[in-house]
């Protein structure tokens, strides 16, 4: 009896145990317990931007720190290839001026017939002198352009008279009318002790009046950039074309119809490299003089001035050459022209690296005197172009 009842209690209970794992059983696929649920979704969600942020911030200090090394290795290298470039400049320079000493000694003379030996052949040594096209100087790697002009190719600013002037501003600039008329006039207002202006220059008082005020020195110019201070001198006029700055379409123009009617050879030189302050003498130097300072001699002929520079590009004229008689109106050019070079040397030197686009130039005014016996003196030095 009592296992019967037993039994009975125990088939009664089975259900209830049974129902209760089913209960658990279905409380675990519940949203609370279920792995798949939107909360532990979001909980991973926000784990995965947490990351992704981190990898971003990672990436930028990253790709900052390879830019910043670059950059630096880039300033370096730029600074490097600089002070190289700056360096094979001033040997550039130092070289020009022994070559010219050399030349102007009387040693070199001596010198002059002996020849060289190079890889068993007989070399003639070549001779430095002013020329239109520049040497070439290298050290190792590096490299440098040197160009050579006479002082006594120019015309001194300083002691050039009104008609000189004139002809000066409209056969080397290619200007004329008010604009030739205000660059003379201005010029010599600078130059003459008075504060008077003439009819088309410039005293103190439109000096003064500029937004950045300043006098004119009232004396003789001291560097030829003092040109740059006087009214009606621009860039373009004083560097001339495609040197500095944009030539002006009015400018330009003129300029075009001048170099088709004269044949101009080359481009159109400025003020710059047409006059000087330091030679004294009222001649130029036939053989350094350019092509547009020759063009304003009296007498002077685009087929005389061309005949010059290919004549003194195969050798240096002298006196007594007989050449000159190939050249025309030779006599009437010939008071207004020497054959002597003058103790001015304008020496212009570009440094730079090979396979560097980085540049040093320098530029000196340098006086050699005829059998200076090694001595030298530098009278201007600037770098920059």
């Not at 050399?102 to 060289?116: G, I, P, R």
């Not at 520049?134 to 015309?155: A, T, V």
């Not at 010599?188 to 937004?211: F, I, M, Q, T, V």
């Amino acid at each position: 009896m009592k296992n019967d009842k037993a039994q009975m209690s125990k088939r009664i209970q089975e259900p209830e145990v049974r129902i209760q794992k089913e209960n658990k059983f279905f409380h675990l696929l519940s949203p609370e317990f279920c792995i798949l649920s939107p909360q532990n979704v979001s909980q991973r969600g926000i784990a995965l931007i947490m990351v992704l942020f981190v990898l971003v911030f990672l990436s930028v200090i990253v790709m900052e720190f390879c830019f910043t090394v670059r950059m630096e290795a880039t300033v370096t290298r730029n600074f490097k290839e600089g002070e190289e470039a700056y360096f094979c400049a001033q040997a550039g320079l130092n070289k020009a001026i022994i070559e010219l000493m050399k030349a102007k000694s009387a040693v070199k003379k001596a010198e002059a017939s002996k020849a060289t030996l190079v890889e068993g052949e007989e070399v003639q040594e070549e001779e430095w002198r002013p020329r239109d096209t520049p040497y070439q100087f290298s050290l190792g790697d590096r490299e440098c352009e040197i160009l050579i002009s006479d002082e006594g190719g120019k015309i001194n600013i300083n002691t050039a008279d009104d008609s000189l002037l004139r002809k000066l501003i409209e056969e080397g600039c290619g200007l004329e009318g008010s604009e030739r008329d205000t660059i003379v006039d201005s010029i010599l207002d600078w130059r003459d002790p008075d504060h008077d202006h003439r009819l088309n220059g410039a005293e103190d008082d439109y000096y003064k009046s500029l937004s950045e005020p300043y006098e004119a020195r009232d004396g003789n110019f001291v560097v030829t950039e003092e040109l740059l201070l006087v009214k009606g001198v621009t860039e373009e006029v004083f560097y001339g074309t495609g040197k500095k700055g944009k030539t002006s379409t009015q400018s330009e123009v003129k300029r075009e119809k001048e170099a088709e009617k004269k044949l101009r050879i080359g481009p159109v030189k400025g003020l710059s490299e047409l006059v000087t302050v330091y030679s004294d003498s009222k001649q130029i130097n036939i053989n350094s003089a350019p092509y547009d300072l020759l063009m304003i001699l009296p007498g002077m002929t685009s087929e005389t001035a061309t005949k010059i520079i290919e004549l003194r590009a195969e050798k240096e004229l002298v006196s007594g050459d007989a050449r000159l008689s190939d050249i025309p109106n030779y006599a009437q050019i010939a008071p207004y022209i020497t054959f002597a070079s003058s103790p001015f040397y304008n020496i212009t030197v570009t440094g730079k690296v090979k396979d560097s686009p980085l540049k040093k130039v320098l530029k000196a005014v340098v006086r050699i005197d005829k059998g200076g016996k090694g001595k030298y003196e530098v009278v201007y030095f600037r770098e920059g172009n």
